[in-house]
């Protein structure tokens, strides 16, 4: 009997020590207000770390025993319905007997009301014993507190206060059906020419005469998409002339059945699937391909919010990849330091070569370093998105007045914002980096599918593509950074100042690194404001000074102005995630002694990186912007 919890002494620490329970759970509990709920924190997290750690043991026992059957038998389409193999029937089966698929749902519509972090630290759990096993994973609950969150925005649920309990929401029957373990839920977006760029998407939402929603249209790469329920991305309304965004503002969010099992007449199908994708790994995950021919919908929310929706579901699952990707390292690293500890090589075991120790000690360090910052992440997160809650519902949380709430959720909003491309970029990425280590330790027997290794690195692979590829998120790190200094030029100048203030003081020596660390960082921001700014400066010659500084702070064109940021925004979100692991990694051994040589660590590695992504980005990058430039002259000329 396994426990992919219990054995890991980095996670418990972060599970124990890395979370503000006590403010958590009284949040979560909406200040010990909530009916049959937790009356203060301890018995409250003494419940969650039973939780967390039977999915350790289901994890361990159920899962991970199954990976290599879940991964050599796939799921078949058969008259149009999808057979899912008995591995994954088994793991799933299991899971809904733990009740996991109701963790984090609130009591009065049939959950458990834990955390989030309770269902992140499970998704790397799991992930750690299948990868695709979680990601069907996370299309059970994950939709269902998605159609709590869409109610909840569009302001289709209410608080009964007498009750102190959600008295009406909207979906009520899709989270109770998916809660259950009974349905499972998609989210349909991607077709054969939109992937990234969404302005592009084509499928059609239209109203008949009565006001009855309709979907026609296809979607391709749709993570279980031989769900029930699925959350459309559909294009309601025409592009409007000179609207830059026009193509995203004219999506719509629509909540689609895809069948009904209707008695004497069998299943009844609104949405065909027209096949499941063949993919190079990712196996224990069904990825298929869509067609809708005039699918009777619902709308969420009003037209033309499609795209704000699609963000709110967005958030957690960025932040559920980059669990993912912790999970799927653990897994790579343990192999690989069994298979180093055990294999000789010129008189020693691989463990006691340089290299092989080099890329051990990296492998460990980047687990515990994206571990730390998954769950900064996930909490801000959850935070914020619960005292969303309490404020649109009006419910009162004793200790915490409608200014305060306003103010802690500005600030949980903004660390979650600031953190979560972070994650999401540098977990999937690094997933990749150890998986490929992991094979590359086993030597020979790394590409030999018994080892299990090639599978590993197979299914990293998908990490940095899907729910936003990684550029995607360089791209949104780099533009909320630099805007942020466009808006706010004085405070940034102030936080340069103290880092420098801080990387030249005397005394604490850790401070003094990440301080240094900060300034990189800055710095290289800096370059590229001063560097944007200045190209902006070129294009206003003739325009009179008076309107410059409108001209500054407005206008920006995101395509023209931001070339050189662009071209380094992948360099500049690793140093920003650097700076940020290195930040809280600080807080965390200035609390916790024990914790120093983490940081030390990860500092060691960080500081390097940081030297020589500040050097590509202040000195390279001339050369690609011309060629692009003539390129662009010449197909406009
Ligand atoms: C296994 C799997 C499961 C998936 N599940 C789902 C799902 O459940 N629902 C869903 O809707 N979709 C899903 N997808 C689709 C996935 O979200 C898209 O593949 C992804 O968004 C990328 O889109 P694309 O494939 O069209 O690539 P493109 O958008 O064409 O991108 C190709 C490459 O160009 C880069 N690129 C694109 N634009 C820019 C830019 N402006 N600057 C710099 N680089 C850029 C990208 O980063 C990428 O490297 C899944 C995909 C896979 C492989």
Same mark, same amino acid.
């Given at each position: 009997?396994?426990?992919?919890?219990?054995?890991?002494?980095?996670?418990?620490?972060?599970?124990?020590?890395?979370?503000?329970?006590?403010?958590?759970?009284?949040?979560?509990?909406?200040?010990?207000?909530?009916?049959?709920?937790?009356?203060?924190?301890?018995?409250?997290?003494?419940?969650?770390?039973? $939780?967390?750690?039977?999915?350790?043991? *289901?994890?361990?026992? &159920?899962?991970?025993?199954? /990976?290599?059957? #879940?991964?050599?038998?796939?799921?078949?389409?058969?008259?149009?319905?999808?057979?899912?193999?008995?591995?994954?029937?088994?793991?799933?089966?299991?899971?809904?007997?733990?009740?996991?698929?109701?963790?984090?749902?609130?009591?009065?519509?049939?959950?458990?009301?834990?955390?989030?972090?309770? !269902?992140?630290?499970?998704?790397?759990? +799991?992930? @750690?014993?299948? &990868?695709?096993?979680?990601?069907?994973?996370?299309?059970?609950?994950?939709?269902?507190?998605?159609?709590?969150?869409?109610?909840?925005?569009?302001? /289709?649920?209410? !608080?009964?206060?007498?009750?102190?309990?959600?008295?009406?929401?909207?979906?009520?029957?899709?989270?109770?059906?998916?809660?259950?373990?009974?349905?499972?839920?998609?989210?349909?977006?991607?077709?054969?020419?939109?992937?990234?760029?969404?302005?592009?998407?084509?499928?059609?939402?239209?109203?008949?005469?009565?006001?009855?929603?309709?979907?026609?249209?296809?979607?391709?790469?749709?993570?279980?998409?031989?769900?029930?329920?699925?959350?459309? +991305? %559909?294009?309601?309304? %025409?592009?409007?002339?000179?609207?830059?965004?026009?193509?995203?503002?004219?999506?719509?969010?629509?909540?689609?059945?895809?069948?009904?099992?209707?008695?004497?007449?069998?299943?009844?199908?609104?949405?065909? $699937?027209? @096949?499941?994708?063949?993919?190079?790994?990712?196996?224990?995950?069904?990825?298929?391909?869509?067609?809708?021919? @005039?699918?009777?919908?619902?709308?969420?929310?009003?037209?033309?919010?499609?795209?704000? !929706?699609?963000?709110?579901?967005?958030?957690?699952?960025?932040?559920?990849?980059?669990?993912?990707?912790?999970?799927?390292?653990?897994?790579?690293?343990?192999?690989?330091?069994?298979?180093?500890?055990?294999?000789? /090589?010129?008189?020693?075991?691989?463990?006691?070569?340089?290299?092989? %120790?080099?890329?051990?000690?990296?492998?460990?360090?980047?687990?515990?370093?994206?571990?730390?910052?998954?769950?900064?992440?996930?909490?801000?997160?959850?935070?914020?998105?619960?005292?969303?809650?309490?404020?649109?519902?009006?419910?009162?949380?004793?200790?915490?007045?409608?200014?305060?709430?306003?103010?802690?959720?500005?600030?949980?909003?903004?660390?979650?914002?600031?953190?979560?491309?972070?994650?999401?970029? *540098?977990?999937?990425?690094?997933?990749?980096?150890?998986?490929?280590?992991?094979?590359?330790?086993?030597?020979?027997?790394?590409?030999?599918?018994?080892?299990?290794?090639?599978? #590993?690195?197979?299914?990293?692979?998908?990490?940095? +593509?899907?729910?936003?590829?990684?550029?995607?998120?360089?791209?949104?790190?780099?533009?909320?950074?630099?805007?942020?200094?466009?808006?706010?030029?004085?405070?940034?100048?102030?936080?340069?100042?103290?880092?420098?203030?801080?990387?030249?003081?005397?005394?604490?020596?850790?401070?003094?690194?990440?301080?240094?660390?900060?300034? %990189? /960082?800055?710095?290289?921001?800096?370059?590229?404001?001063?560097?944007?700014?200045?190209?902006?400066?070129?294009?206003?010659?003739?325009?009179?000074?008076?309107?410059?500084?409108?001209?500054?702070?407005?206008?920006?064109?995101?395509?023209?102005?931001?070339?050189?940021?662009?071209?380094?925004?992948?360099?500049?979100?690793?140093?920003?995630?650097?700076?940020?692991?290195?930040?809280?990694?600080?807080?965390?051994?200035?609390?916790?002694?024990?914790?120093?040589?983490?940081?030390?660590?990860?500092?060691?590695?960080?500081?390097?990186?940081?030297?020589?992504?500040?050097?590509?980005?202040?000195?390279?990058?001339?050369? +690609?912007?011309?060629?692009?430039?003539?390129?662009?002259?010449?197909? &406009?000329?």
């Amino acid at each position: 009997m396994g426990n992919f919890f219990d054995d890991n002494e980095d996670l418990k620490f972060q599970f124990e020590k890395g979370v503000d329970w006590p403010t958590l759970v009284e949040v979560t509990e909406f200040g010990y207000t909530t009916k049959d709920g937790f009356k203060s924190p301890e018995p409250a997290r003494e419940f969650y770390r039973e $939780v967390v750690r039977q999915i350790g043991s *289901l994890a361990a026992d &159920v899962v991970a025993p199954r /990976s290599v059957k #879940l991964d050599r038998e796939e799921a078949i389409l058969v008259d149009g319905e999808t057979v899912e193999p008995e591995a994954t029937q088994a793991i799933f089966e299991a899971l809904r007997q733990a009740e996991c698929h109701r963790l984090c749902v609130p009591r009065e519509l049939g959950g458990l009301n834990a955390p989030m972090i309770t !269902y992140f630290t499970g998704a790397e759990l +799991i992930a @750690r014993g299948d &990868v695709a096993t979680m990601t069907h994973f996370s299309f059970h609950e994950g939709m269902a507190l998605a159609a709590l969150a869409f109610s909840l925005n569009e302001g /289709s649920t209410e !608080y009964d206060k007498a009750q102190c309990a959600i008295g009406k929401t909207r979906f009520a029957d899709v989270i109770q059906e998916i809660s259950s373990g009974a349905a499972f839920g998609s989210m349909d977006i991607t077709e054969p020419d939109a992937g990234s760029d969404m302005a592009q998407l084509k499928a059609k939402g239209e109203q008949d005469e009565n006001g009855n929603w309709f979907i026609t249209g296809q979607k391709i790469f749709i993570t279980s998409g031989h769900a029930k329920y699925h959350y459309v +991305i %559909a294009r309601t309304e %025409a592009a409007k002339d000179g609207d830059a965004f026009a193509g995203l503002s004219g999506l719509s969010m629509f909540l689609v059945k895809a069948y009904e099992d209707v008695p004497g007449r069998g299943r009844v199908r609104h949405v065909t $699937v027209d @096949r499941i994708e063949e993919k190079l790994g990712h196996h224990g995950s069904v990825t298929a391909a869509l067609s809708f021919d @005039r699918a009777p919908a619902q709308l969420i929310g009003r037209r033309g919010e499609g795209f704000k !929706y699609m963000l709110v579901l967005m958030n957690n699952a960025r932040l559920g990849v980059g669990y993912e990707g912790i999970g799927l390292m653990e897994s790579a690293y343990r192999m690989a330091t069994a298979y180093a500890a055990e294999r000789r /090589s010129m008189g020693k075991t691989l463990d006691r070569h340089e290299m092989i %120790a080099d890329m051990l000690d990296e492998m460990r360090t980047d687990i515990q370093g994206l571990r730390a910052l998954a769950f900064r992440a996930s909490v801000h997160e959850e935070l914020s998105q619960k005292l969303q809650f309490a404020q649109r519902l009006g419910i009162t949380v004793p200790n915490m007045d409608e200014l305060r709430i306003a103010s802690e959720l500005k600030r949980h909003r903004r660390l979650a914002r600031r953190y979560t491309p972070l994650l999401k970029y *540098l977990s999937a990425e690094k997933a990749v980096e150890t998986a490929r280590r992991n094979l590359q330790i086993h030597g020979g027997a790394g590409y030999m599918r018994e080892y299990g290794a090639e599978k #590993l690195l197979r299914d990293s692979l998908v990490l940095p +593509i899907y729910e936003g590829t990684s550029q995607i998120q360089s791209l949104m790190a780099m533009k909320d950074v630099l805007s942020g200094i466009t808006r706010a030029p004085k405070s940034f100048a102030t936080r340069l100042a103290r880092a420098r203030w801080r990387a030249a003081a005397r005394g604490d020596v850790l401070g003094r690194r990440v301080a240094k660390l900060q300034v %990189a /960082s800055l710095s290289a921001q800096q370059f590229l404001i001063t560097r944007t700014a200045a190209s902006k400066l070129k294009t206003l010659a003739g325009v009179p000074v008076a309107q410059w500084k409108d001209q500054l702070t407005k206008n920006w064109d995101p395509k023209r102005d931001f070339a050189l940021a662009m071209l380094h925004a992948e360099r500049l979100t690793k140093l920003l995630a650097d700076e940020a692991i290195a930040e809280i990694l600080l807080e965390q051994a200035r609390a916790f002694p024990e914790r120093r040589d983490v940081l030390e660590r990860w500092l060691d590695r960080a500081e390097v990186r940081a030297h020589a992504l500040t050097h590509e980005i202040t000195t390279t990058g001339g050369r +690609i912007l011309s060629s692009l430039a003539d390129a662009q002259a010449k197909a &406009v000329g």
